[in-house]
């Protein structure tokens, strides 16, 4: 069994030259090599190097990248070829100058921030949207390459449990586990630990706090602390809310409470395109009736209005802009009960604009988005409820949860639901 070195020769008819290695794990090593055929410089990853595997492990590690290896997204680093030397799996893969998010521990921007979980979360829902969905397990800074057009890319997918578990028997560690404790969500650690989307997502929200703070969520013990008691620690440092909010959100000890990577996808986008404020949410409705009454008081002091009568302060209007505002403050799009709550307080508050007739806009437009944001969340739960359903995954009961939480009424989510229930009678 070769000895993986510098200027050393890999592969059949010693295609690739070593040149230094690049990084490595419990169970691979990566490499910087020349192909001598092409004179191109590549990334080569090599599996149980130096111990190999035996042939059912080689055959294992063939079918699995057989399922993978033509999965083609952009926040994906592809493979180009997957082959097998002395016993040992190996990939051909581009190389990232830039290498892995590591480094960018505690440095980077609000811009990059939401770089960041756009093209992860891009990533990710790609994998989970697979006919035969695949679930990373082992998503931090080190798996997350930066590619030469700027766009954060994921590596090490398509390794299941069962591979990871015949790379600990081949290199005799006890190291490796379907993920790297510090970044594995709280169900990971509990009596069912077959891995779900959302497990990801937390890994995603633990890998951004590093790299907003420069400080790992709950250390080196991960969600295992969430499960001691331990709480989501507060973001500082001026970002926006919105961030802080969404990261939160992933953090979330309960999986089925966590955000959909394909909405943070879609809201990291939105942000993208217009940047939320740092620390604020803009000026409250009360600062607009403020700035109206000094408009008045200056147009009465230079003559151009009579002097005003004094008014009543209405109190009902008060209480209105009271309801908004603690709504407004108080609603997390990542919180999915937040939603149903936050509706029947703008209705609420509309009843009293209309009821007596307050200066203040109409809420109607504000109720009708906000009900087709919960309808195309419910609609989405429930297309994954059923996708998860088909292949008699619990994920269908964790996706029409999440529907319920938005909204508990909801009469195709509750008919799934009681459905479905019966196929997992545990839950």
Request: proline fraction near 6%; include cysteine.
């Given at each position: 069994?070769?000895?993986?070195?510098?200027?050393?020769?890999?592969?059949?008819?010693?295609?690739?030259?070593?040149?230094?290695q690049?990084?490595?794990g419990?169970f691979?090593?990566?490499?910087?090599?020349?192909?001598?055929?092409?004179?191109?410089?590549?990334?080569?990853?090599?599996?149980?190097?130096?111990?190999?595997?035996?042939?059912?492990?080689v055959?294992?590690?063939?079918?699995?990248?057989?399922?993978?290896?033509?999965?083609?997204?952009?926040?994906?680093?592809?493979?180009?070829?997957?082959?097998?030397?002395?016993?040992?799996?190996?990939?051909?893969?581009?190389?990232?100058?830039?290498?892995?998010?590591?480094?960018?521990?505690?440095?980077?921007?609000e811009?990059?921030?939401?770089?960041?979980?756009?093209?992860?979360?891009?990533?990710?829902?790609?994998?989970?949207?697979?006919?035969?969905?695949?679930?990373?397990?082992?998503?931090?800074?080190?798996?997350?390459?930066?590619?030469?057009?700027?766009?954060?890319v994921?590596?090490?997918?398509?390794?299941?449990?069962?591979?990871r578990?015949?790379?600990?028997?081949?290199?005799?560690?006890?190291?490796?586990?379907?993920?790297?404790?510090a970044?594995?969500?709280?169900?990971?650690?509990?009596?069912?630990?077959e891995?779900?989307?959302a497990?990801?997502?937390?890994?995603l929200?633990?890998?951004?706090?590093?790299?907003?703070?420069?400080?790992?969520?709950?250390?080196?013990?991960?969600?295992?602390?969430?499960?001691?008691?331990?709480?989501?620690?507060?973001?500082?440092?001026?970002?926006?809310?919105?961030?802080?909010?969404?990261?939160?959100?992933?953090?979330?000890?309960?999986?089925?409470?966590?955000?959909?990577a394909?909405?943070?996808?879609?809201?990291?986008?939105?942000?993208?395109?217009?940047?939320?404020?740092?620390?604020?949410?803009?000026?409250?409705m009360?600062?607009?009736?403020?700035?109206?009454?000094?408009?008045?008081?200056?147009?009465?002091?230079?003559?151009?209005?009579?002097?005003?009568?004094?008014?009543?302060?209405n109190?009902?209007?008060?209480?209105?802009?009271?309801?908004?505002?603690?709504?407004?403050?108080?609603?997390?799009?990542?919180?999915?009960?937040?939603?149903?709550?936050?509706?029947d307080?703008?209705?609420?508050?509309?009843r009293?604009?209309?009821?007596?007739?307050l200066?203040?806009?109409?809420?109607?437009?504000?109720?009708?988005?906000?009900?087709?944001?919960?309808?195309?969340?419910?609609?989405?739960?429930?297309?994954?409820?059923?996708?998860?359903?088909?292949?008699?995954?619990e994920?269908?009961?964790?996706?029409?949860?999440?529907?319920?939480?938005?909204?508990?009424?909801?009469?195709?989510?509750?008919?799934?639901?009681?459905?479905?229930?019966k196929?997992?009678?545990?839950r």
């Amino acid at each position: 069994m070769i000895q993986l070195e510098e200027n050393g020769l890999f592969g059949e008819h010693n295609r690739y030259r070593l040149i230094r290695q690049l990084g490595s794990g419990g169970f691979s090593e990566v490499w910087l090599a020349a192909d001598i055929q092409t004179g191109v410089t590549v990334a080569l990853k090599v599996y149980a190097p130096g111990k190999g595997l035996d042939e059912s492990g080689v055959t294992q590690f063939r079918k699995e990248f057989k399922m993978v290896f033509n999965l083609n997204h952009p926040n994906l680093l592809r493979p180009s070829h997957y082959d097998v030397f002395e016993r040992m799996p190996y990939l051909i893969l581009p190389y990232c100058e830039q290498g892995s998010c590591n480094k960018l521990a505690g440095k980077i921007d609000e811009k990059t921030a939401w770089n960041f979980l756009h093209d992860v979360a891009s990533g990710l829902a790609y994998l989970n949207g697979q006919k035969t969905p695949v679930i990373h397990q082992d998503i931090k800074p080190h798996n997350i390459l930066m590619d030469g057009n700027g766009s954060f890319v994921i590596t090490d997918f398509g390794i299941s449990a069962e591979a990871r578990s015949t790379l600990r028997q081949s290199m005799k560690s006890d190291l490796l586990s379907a993920g790297t404790m510090a970044y594995m969500a709280p169900e990971r650690f509990g009596e069912n630990k077959e891995p779900i989307f959302a497990s990801d997502i937390w890994s995603l929200g633990a890998s951004l706090f590093e790299l907003m703070t420069g400080e790992l969520p709950f250390g080196e013990h991960g969600g295992l602390a969430q499960n001691r008691g331990a709480k989501i620690p507060r973001i500082h440092g001026n970002w926006s809310e919105e961030l802080k909010k969404t990261v939160h959100g992933c953090l979330i000890k309960e999986p089925w409470k966590r955000p959909k990577a394909l909405n943070i996808a879609k809201e990291s986008e939105k942000y993208l395109i217009q940047p939320p404020l740092p620390k604020t949410k803009g000026f409250k409705m009360i600062h607009l009736i403020m700035a109206a009454s000094i408009a008045l008081v200056i147009g009465w002091c230079a003559g151009f209005f009579t002097a005003p009568k004094p008014v009543k302060p209405n109190p009902i209007l008060y209480e209105c802009i009271g309801i908004i505002e603690q709504t407004d403050a108080g609603f997390n799009e990542n919180d999915l009960t937040t939603w149903k709550e936050t509706m029947d307080k703008y209705r609420e508050a509309n009843r009293l604009i209309e009821q007596y007739s307050l200066p203040l806009p109409n809420m109607q437009h504000r109720i009708n988005n906000l009900r087709k944001k919960m309808d195309e969340l419910i609609n989405v739960s429930i297309e994954n409820a059923k996708k998860a359903f088909a292949v008699r995954s619990e994920m269908a009961l964790f996706a029409l949860k999440d529907a319920l939480a938005i909204d508990p009424d909801h009469a195709e989510a509750n008919a799934l639901y009681e459905q479905y229930v019966k196929a997992f009678p545990q839950r």
